[in-house]
């Protein structure tokens, strides 16, 4: 079945440092989904990116979908200590709704 | 934006008994929702699709008999875990698929969650 494979799986930075986690899928998909949980605290919806090569911003982040559409990336300039949290990517396949969750990438940020 | 209600967001039982989670999709219209399963430090684990109107499907290793799923509106779909043990303390979260978007977009809501204590 597919796998989502995503890293590191912790990350500790000094505030105003840039962080990026990764993730890779075994298979190709349809669209990736990046995702957001603050300790304690449920999943929120941060974007989807649907395009082969497809790059997205929004203010201090920056997501890129690969160009064979199995690989993803989140990247965050000069994180805040509001940025504290798990980032999940979640990738689904051609013709499926479901959603396959990499294990997250849990950034601490050091004030 | 589109809200997904939970609840109860927090439940203590005792082994034996049963717990139902309701899902509400609040200011949307839900085909299909879904439910997860959450331990510690762990990533969401797909336990089943629900789908209106029909029976859910289930992921492999999922029981079927032990996690009852009843989707029977839009906006609301429940899991109950019926026989609860302390192997069943977990956190679940639902999520939901607004209906009549296009096939492209895949955006999934979630519920606030639900923590499982089984005593």
């Known amino acids: 079945g597919q796998q989502v494979m995503q890293i590191p799986q912790y990350q500790h930075v000094q505030e105003g440092e840039d962080f990026t986690t990764y993730c890779n899928s075994s298979t190709t998909l349809s669209n990736i989904q990046w995702y957001k949980q603050r300790p304690g605290g449920h999943p929120v919806f941060l974007i989807q990116l649907v395009k082969s090569g497809e790059v997205k911003k929004q203010k201090r982040l920056t997501f890129q979908f690969g160009e064979a559409k199995k690989n993803s990336s989140l990247h965050i300039t000069a994180t805040q200590t509001t940025d504290v949290g798990t980032y999940f990517c979640a990738g689904s396949g051609a013709g499926s709704y479901q959603l396959t969750f990499g294990k997250g990438t849990k950034l601490s940020v050091i004030p | 934006g589109a809200v997904v209600s939970q609840h109860p967001s927090w439940v203590i039982c005792k082994s034996g008994t049963s717990v139902k989670i309701e899902c509400r999709s609040l200011d949307f219209q839900a085909t299909t929702m879904f439910w997860y399963r959450q331990f510690p430090k762990q990533s969401l684990m797909l336990m089943a699709t629900?789908?209106?109107?029909?029976?859910?499907?289930?992921e492999q290793g999922v029981e079927k008999d032990k996690f009852l799923i009843n989707h029977a509106s839009l906006t609301l779909s429940t899991l109950t875990v019926t026989s609860a043990h302390p192997e069943d303390s977990s956190f679940y979260i639902c999520?939901?698929?607004?209906?009549?978007?296009?096939?492209?977009?895949?955006?999934?809501?979630f519920g606030a969650g639900t923590r499982l204590s089984v005593l």
């Open positions: 629900s789908n209106e109107g029909s029976k859910a499907t289930y």
């Open positions: 999520s939901a698929r607004e209906a009549g978007l296009a096939g492209g977009i895949n955006i999934q809501y």
